[in-house]
């Protein structure tokens, strides 16, 4: 697997850290609660966190979100 001794990180880890990005926003999370440190791994979770936030701006923006599918 690759990873960079120097920096602490491999791809797995990037993959985690955007994974749980995308559901802290998704559950509503404040984007300053990344859990991480390194600039690396902050940045895949920020990814994820801003990936879905636009997701769900698009969903709202549609008018198609959890409670009118169940209406």
Partial sequence: MARDMKLGWDVEALKKAYRQGYMAASM????????????????????????AGEIIQEQRAMGDDLFSQIA
């Avoid at 509503?28 to 990936?51: L, N």
């Fill in 28 to 51: 509503g999370m404040d984007k300053t609660r990344c859990p991480y440190r390194g600039e690396v791994v902050v940045a895949a979770w920020e990814a994820g966190w801003d990936d």
